[in-house]
């Protein structure tokens, strides 16, 4: 069992920054791919970022590719996700998930365990 709690969320301006934190439970971490998805009021869940059990292999969205960077330090079975020049459109709840069999996916279907979210708010 994988448990994965968010954190870092909040309230920011247009073109502010925040640091996602996804803190995860579990020997294994080190071996998981890891990933970030959002979820929008009214829309369905969309990946943002996945990097792999390493931290040598990244892939993003295009919607987040150049602003947004995640990284991991599995000494403290941690993944982040830094988001930069945000935008009012990035608004969402975001989510962590992992991946035990490292599929390197941007589909959720291929994500194991999800933590339970954090809301990000970009006000204009």
């Known amino acids: 069992q994988v448990q994965l709690v968010e954190s870092g969320g909040g309230l920011v301006q247009a073109g502010g920054s925040l640091r996602l934190s996804c803190a995860a439970s579990?020997?294994?971490?080190?071996?998981?791919?890891m990933a970030w998805f959002r979820q929008a009021p009214g829309k369905e869940r969309e990946f943002v970022s996945y990097?792999?059990?390493?931290?040598?292999?990244?892939y993003y969205a295009d919607s987040v590719k150049g602003r947004f960077a995640i990284s991991r330090d599995n000494a403290k079975n941690t993944v982040y996700l830094q988001m930069n020049s945000l935008k009012p459109e990035d608004t969402a709840v975001y989510y962590c998930?992992?991946?035990?069999?490292?599929?390197?996916?941007?589909?959720?279907?291929?994500?194991?365990?999800w933590g339970q979210g954090t809301q990000i708010t970009v006000s204009s």
């Open positions: 998930a992992a991946d035990l069999s490292d599929y390197r996916s941007s589909s959720a279907e291929l994500y194991d365990y």
């Open positions: 579990g020997r294994s971490f080190s071996s998981y791919t």
């Open positions: 990097i792999n059990w390493s931290g040598g292999s990244t």
